[in-house]
Structure formats: structure tokens, C-alpha cells
């Protein structure tokens, strides 16, 4: 554990996701190491804030104070989930009313809001600016099916205009956001999430898998945003068939078993594997030569910077910003939008050049490091800090 320096800021980290952890945590929790590493106090809040997992356990090692908002009032989380069935809007209150006074105690100089969508956090940036808080938010994903509602949208609005600043994960989310609010956003730019392979250079090719193509298709099974009903699809047309085309599944959700169901109705059992969450990331990439990803919403995903850091080639929709990490045909294949028939051409036109896939591989990997930091937790880390410093010089004026 770091000492804490004589300069010291005091940091707040508030997380608006509602589950034990996601890959939208990634990036302030990475963030939130490096501040505390520095000698900065850092005090995290956040529902549903597990003790017992891995990122919670780095955060609690490095120094950083950790407070879960889950039972406002010390009410039983079961009614409070019960409440958030009933009405999201007393749920997003209750939330909230927990986290006031702890605001209140802890007086940060500067919080970083991070949201898992870009909407999902107004709730706390009402007690943010209650309190007087200074504040910058990062935002993981922006959806054209996902829209604040009316009643919610002027308070999703003061969040984004009473922002010191904004990080979104792509240029195509804030680009959304700014189009579904109907003004201009305060200063923003992208801030890249971290990932789980090496940077320094790409992973040996996986030759033993030249025999036959077994598509890694990595994220929570929730076809709903991550589209694996178009991938199952995709493989039951009779040429996919033929070509003895496999998929990987990688992650779990609350449709495993449905998708499972979908792929044993399709004919599909022998080719499809459903693998669970796996941890090693670099693992995969050993046994697979090709990420297929066919999400319908997305911000920029990891999965498809990771996949080109391993130099691994990538099949994906144009899904939020994934169309920012690499060139169609050049760096990758991408499909126009999430439906059957465009995946199928994108796959279509990867299998007819997969002669030419480790190239495609080894370019990739060169492109992405030209659009990703070696650390992007540490980047963004030095970001809030110098926003927290500006604004702490100019109230000590």
C-alpha cells in the first residue's frame, strides 16, 4: 500500500452498474489503482460491491476505502431488488439517498461517475451536484434502442451540462449521446478501457488450428445486445454446414440456457461449445484464430481490442465504436449492421481470404496500438487527476 503523499487528493470513484461486476468496471477500477498508487486517498462507492472478488480485492489492497450502496438505510437487499421490479425510478432513489451522506462525510475534491450505459448514473449525479461535487463522467456504452426516457431526460441533460468533463469509450457514443440529448455535451473525449493480453507484442499464431475454423465468440450471453442468436443462425445455412464452421461461446448470462436450447434445435449441438466465463483471456487466443462478434449495442468492445492485440483477426458488427478500431478488409471484417444477413456476409468474406489471415492478423496488431495507450487506466487516472487539480488550485485562490 502506497503512503499517502502530503498533497494528497481525495477521489471519489462512483459506479451507477447494479451487478457483483462487469467489464464496464474495468476502466475506473485500473484508474482507481493508479490514484492510489500515486499517494491520493480513494474512496469507491458502488451497489453490489462484492469484497470477496479479484478488482475488489486489488482496490482494497492498494488503499482505496470501498463503500456499497446496496442496502440504503440497512433495508435487505432482497427488498430493495423487489423495489427496482416494481419502480427503477424508486430504486435509482433509494440508491441515491445512501449515497448523500457519505458524500457528504468524505468531501472529495473531484468524483469520477462512471456509468455502464450513458444514462444510467443521473440518480447520483443529482447528489453530486446537491453537494457541490465537481465531477467527470465516463460513459461505456450508447445504444440507438436505448434512450432515456422523457420524464428522466432533463436530469440525464443537467448530468452531462454540470459535468466538468465527459469520457466515452468511442467517438460513435458520444456522438449518440449528444444526438439523444439535443445539445451539445461539455468538453468530452474517448478514453480507451483497458484489456487482459500483452501489449508489448502480438501472440504466436495458432497453426495446430489451421485445420479448421473454431470462431471465439467472447461476451455475456445476452443476445438481446450481444447478438449470439445471429451467430447461431449464421451457422445452421447448409454452406456453414458443409464447411464444418465451430463456435466457442465464452462468458455467461441470463440466456445461457436459451441459446443453448436454440443451438440443439438448430442442429448444432456437435459444433457449438458453451465454455463458460474464462478468465485467461491469453488462453483463448492460443486456441483460436478468429473473434466473431455480433453485438447489436456496444461501446467499444474489449473483446475486439484484445483480440487485435493477440493479432487475431476480427469478424463484428458495426456496433458502437467497433467500427473505430479497424478497417474493413484491411484489419478486419466488419458487418454494416446486427442482422443474419450481413454477418453472413462479413464471414463470407473473411473465409474467402482466410489464406491471408495471420497477415490480416499481424496488421491488426499494428493498427491497434497506434489507437490504444499501453495503459489506459493510468492515462485516464492522469486525466481526473489533473482535472481535480484545477479545480482545487482555483477554490484555494
Known amino acids: 500500500m502506497k503512503a499517502i503523499r502530503p498533497d494528497a487528493l481525495r477521489i471519489a470513484v462512483v459506479s451507477s ?30 451497489p453490489r460491491l462484492q469484497r470477496g472478488l479479484r478488482p475488489v480485492r486489488e482496490l482494497r489492497d492498494a488503499g482505496c476505502k470501498l463503500t456499497d450502496l446496496t442496502r440504503p438505510f440497512g433495508l435487505p437487499e432482497l427488498f430493495v431488488q423487489r423495489v427496482g421490479a416494481v419502480s427503477r425510478l424508486l430504486q435509482f432513489a433509494l440508491l441515491a439517498a445512501n449515497l448523500l451522506p457519505r458524500l457528504l462525510w468524505y468531501r472529495p475534491d473531484f468524483v469520477l461517475l462512471s456509468q455502464g450505459g450513458n444514462w444510467d448514473g443521473a440518480h447520483f449525479a443529482k447528489v453530486l451536484r446537491l453537494v457541490g ?16 426516457p422523457d420524464s428522466y431526460r432533463p436530469s440525464v441533460a443537467a448530468m452531462y451540462r454540470d459535468a466538468t468533463h465527459a469520457f466515452f469509450v468511442s467517438e460513435h457514443n458520444r456522438q449518440l449521446t449528444e444526438l439523444q440529448l439535443g445539445e451539445a455535451l461539455p468538453p468530452a473525449s474517448v478514453a480507451r478501457n483497458p484489456f487482459l493480453v500483452d501489449f508489448a507484442a502480438p501472440l504466436a499464431w495458432p497453426e495446430h488450428c489451421d485445420e479448421g475454423v473454431d470462431f471465439a465468440c467472447i461476451g455475456r450471453l445476452y443476445p438481446m445486445e450481444k447478438g ?93 465504436g467497433s467500427g473505430e478500431a479497424f478497417d474493413d478488409g484491411i484489419t478486419g471484417f466488419l458487418a454494416q449492421h446486427a442482422s443474419v444477413e450481413a454477418l453472413d456476409d462479413a464471414m463470407e468474406r473473411a473465409w474467402n481470404r482466410r489464406a491471408e489471415w495471420r497477415q490480416i492478423g499481424c496488421v491488426a496488431a499494428q493498427h491497434i496500438r497506434q489507437i490504444v495507450p499501453a495503459d489506459p487506466g493510468y492515462a485516464l487516472a492522469e486525466q481526473i487527476v489533473a482535472l481535480a487539480s484545477r479545480q482545487t488550485d482555483k477554490t484555494h485562490e
Open 133 to 148: 461535487s465537481r465531477y467527470a463522467i465516463v460513459s461505456q456504452k450508447a445504444s440507438e434502442f436505448y434512450w432515456p
Open 228 to 320: 449470439q442468436d445471429l451467430i447461431l443462425r449464421v451457422l445452421a445455412m447448409p454452406k456453414w454446414r458443409t464447411r464444418g464452421a465451430k463456435a466457442s461461446f465464452y462468458g455467461e448470462g441470463i440466456n445461457r440456457a436459451g441459446l443453448e436450447a436454440m443451438a440443439v434445435h438448430l442442429g448444432l449441438g456437435d459444433r457449438v461449445r458453451f465454455c463458460g466465463q474464462v478468465e485467461d483471456v491469453v488462453g483463448i487466443w492460443c486456441e483460436h484464430q478468429v473473434l466473431l462478434l455480433a453485438s447489436r449495442c456496444e461501446g467499444l468492445p474489449l473483446v475486439v481490442v484484445e483480440a487485435m492485440l493477440a493479432g487475431r483477426v476480427v469478424i463484428a458488427t458495426a456496433a458502437g
Open 17 to 46: 452498474n447494479e451487478v457483483d461486476w462487469g467489464g464496464s468496471e474495468e476502466l475506473w477500477q485500473k484508474a482507481a489503482l493508479a490514484m492510489a498508487r500515486q499517494g491520493h486517498r480513494v474512496q469507491i462507492f458502488k
